[in-house]
């Protein structure tokens, strides 16, 4: 897996990103410009964000700040204009199975059962592994989202929970080093998003993998993520502010929320969206 | 008559109740045709069109022995409508067959490749206007025979809805579904058989529908020209050369008939294959 990933430049400015070298996963000063008829439009300027291993990031902004640019640079969708986005060491240039995305829209194949769906990506990643192997990890991780009893539908059969429940699962099964989640709850009812936290949060706990995530919803950050990370607004926007999130886990929804820290860390991200970084629908 | 269960809407206890309440969906189509039919008949026999009444291909004794009798053989030329169509439609499978294959795989080639596709969608553009006619000349300059110059024939007409539909239904592929495919780092061929092939299919599908339409419309259109041929085209044609009107009408009519079946087998296929999607 790693060999797609080409080894930093000798010289580059290690410097610039906070804790210098050995951070798991860096942003390095990373800009991104996009060509427009009307000139340059900059998404993004100067991030300069390093992620420990293991960690669970939300990333939360308003809309038009380049919170999925952010993301894509790490997925290998996107490459910075300027500066670069370093894994263990190593400078990402295109997606791999080491960063897995759980896609906004799913991205499931229609045409396959949700068992289907896991085996290809099981299958596709490791091919050597024995059949009997990939077999029992597609129904491991099926099993993990709940999915056992509704693993022989149709993709188009499953509602938009176990829709995402097979994604995860897909997500999961090939064992990423980072799983990258943009907006995965947007679409869901409160019920739904409310399982489907806890269920992230229990297999996250388990498989320990770097979690960089999108979201809209201060509330799911303080559930979820070890920091959150706040984007002021584009063009050019930068990261705001990192917000430590420091409840102890495994969490439990109602004893954050009794916690007054819970309404300080609410408060301090709902000031910054809301009151210093507004957004200025005009502005457009 | 006593019901012995609640009965459903739509679900009769008895056909001819069945036939009453379904009158919605057969009287129309029925009154369409059967009003047509009669207007034909009241037309020839009045001396107004100079074309056989519908009831005389019953009466005259060439026409009634050919409905009869489709599978007679008096050897040569001289068979009945069964081994005509049979000619005919298996030079038409041989020829959709080879467009098919031909038309797919190009159409998945320009599809992924958006050079090839400038390079090649005027050329593409332009021949697909050529009339099915218009080929036969070339057809039998270049092949000197006329069982491989009606295949040609064939191929050239049914190949470009397959191939601009094949085209399209690749270019349509969600990106979605190829970054799936990029972040697996997917080889080329399981993208080929997992990804690109069902997602393309009911645009395949679309394309070869249409093309079975075509080809038939064409294989009729390269025998008449094509003497000494046996198949329904040149029936047609012999027939007219000898005057035998009502020959000519049956001979249209079985045309369309078959058309018809080949355009709804196609349709069946399609439910088939790629359902739901």
Same mark, same amino acid.
């Given at each position: 897996?790693?060999?797609?990933?080409?080894?930093?430049?000798?010289?580059?400015?290690?410097?610039?990103?906070?804790?210098?070298?050995?951070?798991?996963? *860096?942003?390095?000063?990373?800009?991104?410009?996009?060509?427009?008829?009307?000139?340059?439009?900059?998404? =993004?300027?100067?991030?300069?964000?390093?992620?420990?291993?293991?960690?669970?990031?939300?990333?939360?902004?308003?809309?038009?700040?380049?919170?999925?640019?952010?993301?894509?640079?790490?997925?290998?969708?996107?490459?910075?204009? #300027?500066?670069?986005?370093?894994?263990?060491?190593?400078?990402?240039?295109?997606?791999?199975?080491?960063?897995?995305?759980?896609?906004?829209?799913?991205?499931?194949?229609?045409?396959?059962?949700?068992?289907?769906?896991?085996?290809?990506?099981?299958?596709?990643?490791?091919?050597?592994?024995?059949?009997? #192997?990939?077999?029992?990890?597609?129904?491991?991780?099926? $099993?993990?989202?709940? =999915?056992?009893?509704?693993?022989?539908?149709?993709?188009?059969?499953?509602?938009?929970?176990?829709?995402?429940?097979?994604?995860?699962?897909?997500?999961?099964?090939?064992?990423?080093?980072?799983?990258?989640?943009?907006?995965?709850?947007?679409?869901?009812? $409160?019920?739904?998003?409310?399982? =489907?936290?806890?269920?992230?949060?229990?297999?996250?706990?388990?498989?320990?993998?770097?979690?960089?995530?999108?979201?809209?919803?201060?509330?799911?950050?303080?559930? =979820?993520?070890? *920091?959150?990370?706040?984007?002021?607004?584009?063009?050019?926007?930068?990261?705001?502010?990192?917000?430590?999130?420091?409840?102890?886990?495994?969490?439990?929804?109602? #004893?954050?929320?009794?916690?007054?820290?819970?309404?300080?860390? *609410?408060?301090?991200?709902?000031?910054?969206?809301?009151?210093?970084?507004?957004?200025?629908?005009? $502005?457009? | 008559?006593?019901?012995?269960?609640?009965?459903?809407?739509?679900?009769?206890?008895?056909?001819?109740?069945?036939?009453?309440?379904?009158?919605?969906?057969?009287?129309?189509? /029925?009154?369409?045709?059967?009003?047509? /039919?009669?207007?034909?008949?009241?037309?020839?026999?009045?001396?107004?069109?100079?074309?056989?009444?519908?009831?005389?291909?019953?009466?005259?004794?060439?026409?009634?022995?050919?409905?009869?009798?489709?599978?007679?053989?008096?050897?040569?030329?001289?068979?009945?409508?069964?081994? +005509?169509?049979?000619?005919?439609?298996?030079?038409?499978?041989?020829?959709?067959?080879?467009?098919?294959?031909?038309?797919?795989?190009?159409?998945?080639?320009?599809?992924?490749?958006?050079?090839?596709?400038?390079?090649?969608?005027? /050329?593409?553009?332009?021949?697909?206007?050529?009339?099915?006619?218009?080929?036969?000349?070339?057809?039998?300059?270049?092949?000197?025979?006329? +069982?491989?110059?009606?295949?040609?024939?064939? &191929?050239?007409?049914?190949?470009?809805?397959?191939?601009?539909?094949?085209?399209?239904? %690749?270019? +349509?592929?969600?990106?979605?579904?190829?970054?799936?495919?990029?972040?697996?780092?997917?080889?080329?061929?399981? &993208?080929?058989?997992?990804? /690109?092939?069902?997602?393309?299919?009911?645009?395949? &599908?679309?394309?070869?529908?249409?093309?079975?339409?075509?080809?038939?419309?064409?294989?009729?259109?390269?025998?008449?020209?094509?003497?000494?041929?046996?198949?329904?085209?040149?029936?047609?044609?012999?027939?007219? @050369?000898?005057?035998?009107?009502?020959?000519? %009408?049956?001979?249209?009519?079985?045309?369309?008939?078959?058309?018809?079946?080949?355009?709804?087998?196609?349709?069946?296929? @399609?439910?088939?294959?790629?359902?739901?999607?």
């Amino acid at each position: 897996m790693s060999t797609l990933i080409q080894p930093a430049p000798m010289g580059a400015p290690a410097s610039a990103a906070p804790p210098p070298g050995d951070a798991f996963l *860096r942003f390095e000063n990373v800009s991104k410009v996009y060509p427009t008829a009307t000139g340059p439009y900059t998404v =993004l300027d100067g991030i300069d964000m390093a992620v420990n291993q293991g960690e669970f990031m939300c990333v939360i902004g308003h809309s038009g700040c380049g919170k999925s640019t952010l993301l894509n640079m790490v997925s290998g969708f996107a490459t910075p204009t #300027e500066g670069q986005v370093i894994l263990h060491g190593n400078r990402i240039t295109k997606p791999g199975p080491d960063r897995m995305v759980v896609f906004q829209g799913y991205a499931l194949l229609p045409w396959f059962t949700a068992y289907e769906n896991v085996y290809l990506a099981v299958d596709s990643v490791k091919p050597d592994l024995p059949e009997r #192997e990939k077999k029992e990890i597609t129904r491991e991780h099926l $099993a993990m989202v709940g =999915l056992t009893e509704a693993a022989e539908k149709k993709i188009l059969q499953l509602s938009g929970g176990m829709k995402q429940r097979v994604a995860i699962a897909r997500a999961l099964a090939i064992r990423p080093e980072v799983l990258i989640l943009d907006e995965p709850f947007g679409a869901l009812d $409160a019920i739904t998003k409310e399982e =489907l936290q806890e269920e992230l949060l229990t297999i996250w706990n388990t498989q320990k993998c770097t979690v960089l995530m999108i979201t809209h919803d201060i509330d799911e950050a303080l559930f =979820l993520a070890d *920091r959150l990370v706040m984007m002021t607004n584009g063009p050019a926007a930068k990261i705001g502010e990192i917000m430590d999130i420091k409840f102890p886990r495994p969490r439990n929804r109602e #004893e954050i929320m009794e916690d007054p820290l819970y309404y300080d860390l *609410r408060n301090q991200a709902l000031d910054f969206l809301y009151s210093r970084f507004a957004h200025d629908d005009t $502005a457009d | 008559m006593v019901p012995t269960s609640p009965r459903r809407p739509g679900v009769a206890s008895n056909p001819l109740e069945w036939l009453t309440r379904s009158s919605g969906t057969w009287l129309p189509p /029925l009154l369409g045709t059967g009003g047509f /039919l009669l207007l034909w008949q009241i037309l020839s026999s009045a001396g107004v069109i100079a074309l056989p009444a519908p009831s005389s291909l019953f009466t005259e004794e060439r026409t009634r022995t050919l409905i009869l009798y489709p599978f007679y053989d008096r050897g040569g030329l001289d068979k009945g409508l069964f081994w +005509q169509t049979m000619a005919s439609l298996s030079r038409v499978a041989q020829g959709y067959t080879l467009a098919a294959l031909v038309g797919i795989a190009v159409g998945i080639t320009i599809g992924l490749k958006p050079t090839i596709n400038r390079a090649f969608d005027p /050329l593409f553009q332009f021949l697909r206007m050529v009339a099915p006619l218009a080929w036969v000349p070339i057809a039998l300059v270049l092949f000197q025979k006329n +069982q491989p110059a009606a295949i040609f024939v064939i &191929f050239i007409t049914a190949i470009w809805p397959i191939l601009i539909n094949t085209a399209e239904g %690749v270019r +349509q592929i969600p990106q979605d579904y190829r970054n799936v495919a990029l972040v697996l780092q997917m080889s080329s061929r399981r &993208f080929f058989t997992k990804v /690109l092939i069902p997602s393309a299919l009911p645009y395949i &599908f679309t394309g070869l529908r249409i093309s079975i339409g075509l080809a038939w419309l064409a294989i009729i259109a390269a025998e008449i020209v094509m003497p000494g041929t046996l198949g329904i085209g040149f029936f047609i044609w012999d027939a007219y @050369q000898q005057n035998y009107v009502g020959e000519i %009408v049956l001979g249209v009519i079985w045309i369309g008939a078959i058309g018809l079946v080949l355009d709804r087998l196609m349709a069946w296929l @399609q439910t088939r294959i790629s359902p739901g999607q």
